[in-house]
Structure formats: structure tokens, C-alpha cells
T-cell receptor, first 113, second 113 residues
Framework: DGGITQSPKYLFRKEGQNVTLSCEQNLNHDAMYWYRQDPGQGLRLIYYSQIVNDFQKGDIAEGYSVSREKKESFPLTVTSAQKNPTAFYLC????????????FGQGTRLTVV | KQEVTQIPAALSVPEGENLVLNCSFTDSAIYNLQWFRQDPGKGLTSLLLIQSSQREQTSGRLNASLDKSSGRSTLYIAASQPGDSATYLCALYSGGGADGLTFGKGTHLIIQP
């Protein structure tokens, strides 16, 4: 089945540690996105990539980094510079050529311990 | 900057009722509008996508309308069932410099058996 796979489902981070969240898609989509979801707030865009080897900052990029070395993969690193990383992280993709319907993965819940 | 508001924030109704969820936005220059469903602790499932040139879309018991001139969209759910209980999110794609969707905070829906 085609779709977006995020791993792990749950992730625990110690203070001062960098962690990487995985996002893989087999939909052959050009564009991929990372969102953060906090209770009582809407989803907020962290980073997005429209093509391999290119990515842009979203509204809340500070303390995060990404790479886009392959079309299928868009990993997100939460660095120690992110002061409040506990949240639910969602990866999405769309095919910009056919109407931009977005599809989402099942999310990764990150908790600082 | 585009802002998306969803009313009501929460709704509880008996099974079998028809109901309407509302989404309003401040900038009518949009490419499309998408309605999603989110179950607790899960990712987003796309329900309906309305392109800016369209007025409505239907899928089963769901009907979504779009009125760009008034900055409104509604999601109509017919003959509600307990399995419809979830959070419903409205999101807009406006294009421009910051790619990605702009989300409302959602409507938390409970269908009582």
C-alpha cells in the first residue's frame, strides 16, 4: 500500500540530546513537510521540501534541522537548541503537479525526560 | 497572514443527527481547502479536498462546501454514527512564500450512542 511511514511512534529525549525522526513515503510525491502539534493549538509548519536537496524553513524552524537526500525520505532532527520539544510531530507529502492534496503519516510523539 | 478559525471547538450530539462543522478564513486567495479527521494519538486522514474553483465535494455521508468570497467552508455530516467521533481539522493551501497548509485548531466531535 502507498503511504507515509513515520518512525518511531514514541521517542524519549534526554536534556541536551539530539534526536532524529524518520519519515518515508512511497507515493512518488515531490513535496514533503514536517508539522508540530501541541494541545489546543493548530498544526504548525516546521520545514518543507519541494525537491530533492532543497528545503525551506517554515514558521517554527528554530531548533530543528532536516535533510532531503532522497525523494522518498525527509528526516527531522530535533536539536538541543529546541527548548520545548515535547510535542506530536507529523510528516506529510503531496504531489504538487496534481492538485496538492496532502497525505499524512501516523505521527511521532516526542517526550523530554 | 492567513488565519483559520473553526467553530465550534467541541460538539456532542446523539447518534443519527445531521451536523455542520464550520471553518472560516481571513484571506480568500487560496488554492484549495482540505478537511481532515484525526483520531486520538493518530495522524490525519484526508476526508475531502475542494479546489478553489469548486463549490463543494461529496464523499459518502460527508459534504464539504466552499465560499471563497465570504471566507467560509462547512463540513456536513449526515446521519452521524459513534464511529464519526474524532477531531475534524480544516486546512488551507494559500501558496506564496511559505508553502504548506494553514490549519484551524479543529472541532472535537463526540457522537453519543
Amino acid at each position: 500500500d502507498g503511504g507515509i511511514t513515520q518512525s518511531p511512534k514514541y521517542l524519549f529525549r534526554k536534556e541536551g540530546q539530539n534526536v532524529t525522526l524518520s519519515c518515508e513515503q512511497n507515493l512518488n510525491h515531490d513535496a514533503m513537510y514536517w508539522y508540530r502539534q501541541d494541545p489546543g493549538q493548530g498544526l504548525r509548519l516546521i520545514y518543507y521540501s519541494q525537491i530533492v536537496n532543497d528545503f525551506q524553513k517554515g514558521d517554527i524552524a528554530e531548533g530543528y534541522s532536516v535533510s532531503r537526500e532522497k525523494k522518498e525520505s525527509f528526516p527531522l532532527t530535533v536539536t538541543s537548541a529546541q527548548k520545548n520539544p515535547t510535542a506530536f510531530y507529523l510528516c506529510a507529502s503531496n504531489d504538487r503537479q496534481t492538485g496538492t492534496e496532502a497525505f499524512f503519516g501516523q505521527g511521532t510523539r516526542l517526550t523530554v525526560v | 497572514k492567513q488565519e483559520v478559525t473553526q467553530i465550534p471547538a467541541a460538539l456532542s450530539v446523539p447518534e443519527g443527527e445531521n451536523l455542520v462543522l464550520n471553518c472560516s478564513f481571513t484571506d480568500s486567495a487560496i488554492y484549495n481547502l482540505q478537511w481532515f479527521r484525526q483520531d486520538p494519538g493518530k495522524g490525519l486522514t484526508s476526508l475531502l479536498l475542494i479546489q478553489s474553483s469548486q463549490r463543494e465535494q461529496t464523499s459518502g455521508r460527508l459534504n464539504a462546501s466552499l465560499d471563497k468570497s465570504s471566507g467560509r467552508s462547512t463540513l456536513y455530516i449526515a446521519a452521524s454514527q459513534p464511529g464519526d467521533s474524532a477531531t475534524y481539522l480544516c486546512a488551507l493551501y494559500s501558496g506564496g512564500g511559505a508553502d504548506g497548509l494553514t490549519f484551524g485548531k479543529g472541532t472535537h466531535l463526540i457522537i453519543q450512542p
